[in-house]
């Protein structure tokens, strides 16, 4: 049996319970009742509700694969739900030091964190394997790029699923990218 929710009731459980407990309430996701409310992300429902980079977080795919232009790889991103990351994880071989070598790169770039209005991408860690000796290097970063996002924060669902399909995976493949490129300069890795 399919129950029709009106917006008006919608609104009022959202009220009286807030986002987070409506979404279970109803048995819909945030990003759903988000959708189906058409609300404002800025709006009324804002100081207990509809959280910017929480939203964000939710809408970006899990387990997509985004090609890079850089390397034949593509990214693949997963989600970190106890401290709320977007993970890009680039894994591909490459020469170093003379001998093959398996590079795997964790870099997290979660949109509007902390409900700013760009995209820190954090470099977290480069982990190696060379094949032929089975050495081993694991490299912790501390230091973000950032993605200053100068065109206003999307309010709507439609404008949030736009943003992440067209200006998210590009903007923040194309600095993982530069990243990537930039640490072969600095370890003098030939691409």
Do not use: C
């Amino acid at each position: 049996m399919k129950v029709l929710i009106t917006e008006n009731t919608l609104f009022s459980v959202i009220n009286k319970y807030g986002v987070e407990m409506s979404s279970k309430i109803l048995g819909i996701s945030e990003v759903d009742l988000f959708k189906q409310t058409g609300a404002n992300i800025n709006g009324p429902f804002t100081e207990e509700g509809f959280d910017v980079s929480w939203m964000a977080y939710q809408m970006v795919e899990e387990n997509k694969e985004v090609p890079s232009k850089l390397l034949d790889f593509n990214y693949k991103i997963s989600k970190d739900d106890f401290v709320q990351v977007v993970e890009w994880i680039a894994i591909f071989d490459h020469e170093y030091d003379g001998y093959m070598t398996r590079f795997k790169f964790t870099i997290y770039a979660t949109p509007f964190w902390d409900n700013n209005n760009s995209i820190p991408v954090d470099l977290f860690e480069v982990y190696m394997v060379n094949y032929e000796t089975e050495e081993e290097e694991d490299y912790d970063f501390q230091g973000d790029y950032f993605i200053d996002l100068k065109q206003e924060k999307p309010r709507y669902y439609n404008e949030f699923k736009d943003f992440i399909d067209n200006v998210y995976y590009d903007r923040v493949r194309d600095t993982i990218d530069t990243l990537i490129k930039d640490f072969f300069y600095v370890w003098e890795i030939n691409l």
